[in-house]
C-alpha cells in the first residue's frame, strides 16, 4: 500500500503540473523536459499505482485498497495545492526518493 | 436552445432537491456512519474500566481456565480472543439443556436468528493478561450510532427503513445529477479556492464529491442493495442475496447434522485423553493456514467424548465471504478437542454470481473485512462523503442568498438556514453531548444506556430550538464553537474522569483508546476553525454595494458564510 500511495501521489503531481493553472500556483516559470511529458507521465504512472496491489491474495479488497489509496493521494495533491503550493515539487521530489527507498526494501531481501 | 444546456441546467435543478429534501437526514446518515466504521472501537472507548487489559498470548488459556472453573458442564463455551479491535477477552457459555432445545429446533430446520443467546447463557469480559473479570459500565456505545445510521431511532423498524432507504434513493439521483451537472470534473479536479464565498463552498462540495466518487457510488449502490429487502420485497426471492431467511433454516439443520457426525468421529478416535487439548497448537496451526491471527474459540461439549473446537479467523480475506453477525462465518476451521487434531477447514463461499455480487457489495458497504489501514480509508472517504453533504446543504442556501443580492429572504429559504445550522452543527453538538454524557452519567445508574442516547436527542433539540432566538451568522458561530470545545474537550474530560486517557494508553500504545482521543481532538479543533472562519467573514458582495435595507442584507451577509 505504501508503494501504490508514492506512485498514485506522483502521479496526481504530474496530472497537476500538466495543467496551467496548477504550474502557476507552483511558481514553475519554465516548462523544462517534465512539463512537456507530465501528462502522459501522470496517466502512465496512475496505470502502474494500482500494481503493487497485484501482490495481494484477493483481488475484490486490492481493488477497494487501490480506490482508498487513489482518495487520499489526490486529496494531499489538492490540499498542497491550496495551502503550500510552492511545497508541492519538494513533496514530489521527497515522495520519488521515498518510493525508491520502499521499492529497494522489496526487491532486496529476494535477491539477497 | 441548445439540449446540453438545458440538460445540465435540469439535472442541476434535480441535484439540488434530490440534495435538499432529505439532505440533513442524509448528513446525520453519512456522520454516524462514518463513526460506525469504528463501531467496536467507540464502544470499547465508552467502556474505560476494559482500557487496562493488554493482549497476551496465554488470552486464550486464561479463558479455557475461567470457563472450566465457573462452568464445567456447560454445553458450550465461546471465546473473543484480543483483535486489534478489542484488547480484552469475552467467555460466554450455554448450559446444556437449553443447547439441546436449540439444537433440536435446528435439526428440524427452524434455527432462528441469533439463537445461541436465548437463556440458560453467560458472559463475562475478562482481562487478556490476568484473567480478572472485569465490569464495564453500561452503554449504548458505538452501537446506538451504527443503528441510528439505517434505522433511525424509536421509530418502528420498517418506517424508519423505509425513509433512510428513501434518503438513500436521493443520494443515488444526487451522485448522478451531480456529476452530470458538473462542468469541470478533470479541470477543476485538484481546485479548491478558500475564502471566496460561494465559490469554496461550490469548490470543497466538488473536490470532496470527485474525489471519492469511487466511495460515494459504492457506499450509496450497496446501501440501497442493503435495503432491497425493505424497499422491492420481491426482490428476495429473485435475488438470493445474504438475507434469505427460509433457506436459513434448511442451512442451520444441515450444518446441525454435520456438525454431529464430526462430534461422533471425535468422540470415536480414543487416543486423546478426556482433558481439552492444549488450544495453542490450534490457534498456531489455523494462524498458519490463514496467514492472520484467530479471533474466536467455539467449543462444543467441553469435557465430553465428542468435545470439539471451531476457530474463526478476525477478518474476511475476500469481499465475497459472507459477513454475517459479527462479521465471520465464512471460513472455520474444526479441532477434535481430545486430539486437538484438525478434523476439516472451511469455506462457505456464496454459488450463485448474484448471490456473489450482492455479497460483496454489502460486505464493502460495512467494510467488516477490513483491516485497520484499510479501515482508516474508509474513514477517511466517509469524512469525505460527510463534508459533501454538509457542503451542498450549506452551497444550497450561499447560491440562494447569492441571487437575492440583499432582499430579504423567503420563508423557506430561512428554514433551510435554520435546519442547516441544527442539522449540521448541532448533530457535532449532539454527538459530542453523547460522549460526554457516557463519562459523566452516573456508573451504577439504571439504563445508563437509555440515558446517553436521550442526552443526544435532547442537545440535538436544544441545537434546533436554538437558531429561532439567535441571528444566523451567530448561531452558526455559536453551535460551531460549542460544538469544538465539548470534541475538543472529550480528551480533557476522559483525563478527568478515567484512568484510560492520552497520559497512559499513548505510553501503553493502547490505540483503540488514544486514536478515539485523538480524533476527537482532531475534530474539536476543525469545528474550532470552522466557527473562527465564520466569525472573520466579510462578504465583500455586501460591503462594496450599499445595503438595500439594513436588516435584509444583514441577513444576507450571515447566510453567505
Request: contains cysteine; proline residues 5%; charged residues 15%.
Amino acid at each position: 500500500m505504501p508503494i501504490s500511495l508514492c506512485l498514485s501521489f506522483l502521479a496526481f503531481f504530474a496530472l497537476a503540473f500538466s495543467m496551467g493553472r496548477h504550474r502557476q500556483q507552483m511558481t514553475v516559470r519554465r516548462l523544462g523536459a517534465f512539463g512537456r511529458f507530465s501528462a502522459p507521465a501522470g496517466w502512465g504512472l496512475l496505470l502502474l499505482s494500482p500494481l503493487p496491489f497485484a501482490l495481494l491474495p484477493n483481488e475484490g479488497i486490492a481493488l477497494t485498497e487501490w480506490f482508498g489509496v487513489l482518495t487520499v493521494a489526490a486529496t494531499g495533491v489538492l490540499l498542497m495545492l491550496t495551502y503550500r503550493p510552492r511545497a508541492l515539487p519538494l513533496a514530489a521530489a521527497a515522495v520519488s526518493v521515498l518510493l525508491l527507498i520502499l521499492a529497494l526494501l522489496v526487491v532486496l531481501p529476494g535477491r539477497v | 436552445m441548445t439540449g446540453e444546456g438545458s440538460l445540465r441546467q435540469s439535472m442541476s435543478w434535480l441535484h439540488g432537491w434530490a440534495g435538499l429534501v432529505l439532505g440533513w437526514l442524509l448528513f446525520a446518515v453519512f456522520l454516524t456512519g462514518t463513526i460506525a466504521y469504528f463501531r467496536q472501537e467507540v464502544t470499547a472507548w465508552m467502556q474505560p474500566e476494559l482500557a487496562g487489559s493488554v493482549p497476551s498470548p496465554q488470552a486464550a488459556e486464561l479463558a479455557v481456565a475461567a470457563l472450566q472453573q465457573r462452568a464445567p458442564d456447560a454445553g458450550s463455551w465461546r471465546i473473543g480472543l484480543p483483535t486489534p479491535r478489542s484488547n480484552t477477552v469475552s467467555i460466554s457459555w450455554q448450559d446444556r439443556q437449553s443447547l439441546d432445545v436449540k439444537r433440536g429446533e435446528e435439526r428440524g430446520g427452524r434455527g432462528g436468528r441469533g439463537g445461541g443467546r436465548r437463556g440458560g447463557g453467560e458472559s463475562l469480559i475478562l482481562d487478556a493478561s490476568t484473567g480478572a473479570v472485569l465490569t464495564p459500565r453500561k452503554t449504548a456505545g458505538g452501537n446506538f450510532l451504527y443503528r441510528f445510521h439505517f434505522e433511525l431511532y424509536a421509530l418502528p423498524r420498517e418506517w424508519a427503513r423505509w425513509i433512510v432507504g428513501l434518503a438513500t434513493m436521493a443520494m443515488f439521483v444526487a451522485i448522478i445529477s451531480g456529476i452530470i451537472t458538473h462542468k469541470k470534473i478533470f479541470k477543476d479536479f485538484f481546485t479548491f479556492r478558500p475564502a471566496k464565498g460561494q465559490r469554496s463552498w461550490l469548490d470543497a462540495h466538488n473536490a470532496t464529491a470527485v474525489l471519492s466518487l469511487p466511495f460515494h457510488i459504492m457506499i450509496t449502490f450497496s446501501g440501497l442493495l442493503l435495503f432491497a429487502s425493505t424497499l422491492l420485497p420481491l426482490t428476495e426471492r429473485f435475488a438470493g442475496g445474504e438475507d434469505r431467511r427460509g433457506e436459513r433454516g434448511a442451512a442451520r439443520a444441515l450444518e446441525a447434522a454435520h456438525i454431529e457426525s464430526l462430534q461422533n468421529r471425535a468422540a470415536s478416535d480414543v487416543a486423546g485423553g478426556a482433558a481439552l487439548a492444549p488450544l495453542v497448537p490450534m490457534l498456531a496451526e489455523a494462524e498458519k493456514l490463514w496467514g492472520q491471527p484467530v479471533s474466536r474459540i467455539t467449543i462444543t461439549d467441553p469435557g465430553r467424548p465428542g468435545a470439539m473446537v471451531e476457530l474463526l479467523p478476525t477478518w474476511n480475506d475476500k469481499l465475497i465471504q459472507h459477513s454475517g453477525s459479527g462479521g465471520l462465518g465464512a471460513v472455520k476451521m474444526r479441532f477434535g478437542g481430545r486430539t486437538g487434531e484438525r478434523l476439516e477447514s472451511e469455506e462457505d463461499l456464496p454459488e450463485t454470481l448474484t448471490a456473489r455480487v450482492d455479497t460483496a457489495l454489502g460486505s464493502l458497504h460495512r467494510a467488516r473485512f477490513a483491516a485497520p489501514t484499510l479501515r482508516w480509508l474508509f474513514f477517511l472517504t466517509g469524512v469525505g462523503g460527510t463534508i459533501m453533504v454538509g457542503s451542498g446543504l450549506i452551497l444550497w442556501s450561499v447560491k440562494r442568498a447569492q441571487r437575492l443580492r440583499g432582499a430579504p429572504p423567503g420563508r423557506g429559504h430561512r428554514f433551510v438556514d435554520h435546519m442547516n445550522v441544527a442539522g449540521v452543527a448541532g448533530l457535532f453538538i449532539a454527538v459530542a453531548a453523547y460522549f460526554w454524557a457516557n463519562r459523566l452519567l452516573p456508573t451504577g445508574l439504571a439504563g445508563r444506556g437509555e440515558w446517553e442516547i436521550r442526552a443526544f436527542f435532547a442537545v440535538w433539540c436544544l441545537c434546533l430550538l436554538h437558531p429561532l432566538i439567535r441571528p444566523l451568522k451567530r448561531a452558526w458561530i455559536e453551535q460551531l464553537s460549542l460544538g469544538g470545545l465539548l470534541f475538543a474537550g472529550i480528551p480533557v474530560l476522559n483525563a478527568i474522569t478515567t484512568r484510560a486517557h492520552l497520559g497512559n494508553t499513548l505510553v501503553s500504545g493502547n490505540w483503540i483508546y488514544a486514536g478515539f482521543d485523538i480524533v476527537a481532538l482532531v475534530t474539536g479543533i476543525c469545528l474550532l476553525q470552522a466557527a473562527r472562519r465564520v466569525a472573520l467573514h466579510r462578504p465583500r458582495a455586501i460591503a462594496s454595494q450599499p445595503p438595500l435595507m439594513p436588516a435584509a442584507s444583514a441577513y444576507t451577509a450571515q447566510a453567505a458564510e
